[in-house]
């Protein structure tokens, strides 16, 4: 459009007077409520959704979430902002520096939505402090948790949170494995038992497998990984072999709230 004359090409190459925007169209909602309907917006209003870590795919998946109309928030995670976040966080940038993330994802939700309600954890999320932590939260919001998302990256302890759900029966989505992965195309959201080509999904299996749960609904890559050799001199302990690509983690957060959005305001396909 060219403002100055207040013209408006349009898709047949004719240029003409610029379209008015229907009533309602300034609203911050006005684009989502098309697609998610009344009842959609309304559920996404009232819902709670707990978010397990704020690093590439946790802090990604936060900013989709707040912009699609969800509620009430609880963030859980205890690093700071680091030079080594910048390829991939949201909340990662020069001015952020040595900030909690908390309170970073905190500011920022609040900035897109002043109504959105944010509760947050300074806290690791680990299985010998999980149920208590878990507990605090659930009371902090009404007795209310629509949905937990597992956004960290400790095998043992998405093993457990997987345990937790399936014994409270919670509705869990859980991020697999984003490093040395380099093709979006191959990411996909599937249950755990249907997963390929990921070392995480095939660990997760196994252990699942071990422990009887039968079902935990995940977003993964099934791209073989990119070979990428271990640093000279590191000790085995140390993951100097993993590589991340910019775009990755955070194209697996916003899978992940798709999801969940479509979950909660009953729209499109989406996984019970």
Do not use: W
Not at 59 to 68: F, I, K, Q, T, W
Not at 109 to 127: G, M, Q, R, W, Y
Not at 215 to 224: A, P, T
Request: with cysteine.
């Amino acid at each position: 459009m060219n403002a100055s004359e207040n013209t408006y090409a349009y898709p047949n190459g004719i240029a003409g007077p610029a379209p008015e925007p229907a009533p309602g169209d300034d609203a911050a909602d006005s684009r989502l409520r098309r697609i998610m309907g009344d009842d959609g917006m309304d559920r996404l209003a009232n819902a709670t959704v707990m978010v397990l870590g704020l690093g590439g795919v946790g802090s990604s998946c936060v900013e989709a979430l707040v912009r699609g109309g969800v509620g009430r928030l609880v963030l859980i995670d205890r690093d700071m902002v680091s030079p080594s976040n910048v390829n991939r966080q949201v909340i990662a940038f020069q001015s952020t520096m040595g900030r909690r993330k908390i309170d970073v994802m905190r500011e920022m939700c609040l900035d897109i939505n002043p109504n959105v309600h944010v509760v947050t954890k300074h806290s690791f999320v680990l299985a010998e402090t999980f149920d208590d932590l878990y507990a605090e939260c659930l009371e902090e919001c009404d007795g209310r948790i629509d949905f937990v998302l597992d956004c960290i990256d400790t095998i043992s302890t998405k093993i457990f949170i997987a345990e937790f759900a399936q014994k409270h029966g919670l509705r869990l989505i859980s991020a697999m494995g984003a490093a040395n992965k380099l093709q979006p195309e191959y990411l996909r959201a599937s249950d755990l038992y249907e997963t390929v080509n990921d070392p995480i999904s095939r660990i997760m299996r196994k252990e699942c497998r071990k422990r009887g749960i039968k079902h935990l609904r995940v977003v993964y890559s099934c791209e073989q990984p990119v070979p990428v050799p271990v640093r000279e001199g590191a000790p085995r302990s140390e993951r100097s072999n993993l590589g991340t690509a910019s775009y990755m983690p955070p194209m697996m957060g916003q899978m992940i709230a798709a999801e969940t959005l479509r979950a909660i305001a009953h729209v499109g396909e989406f996984a019970d």
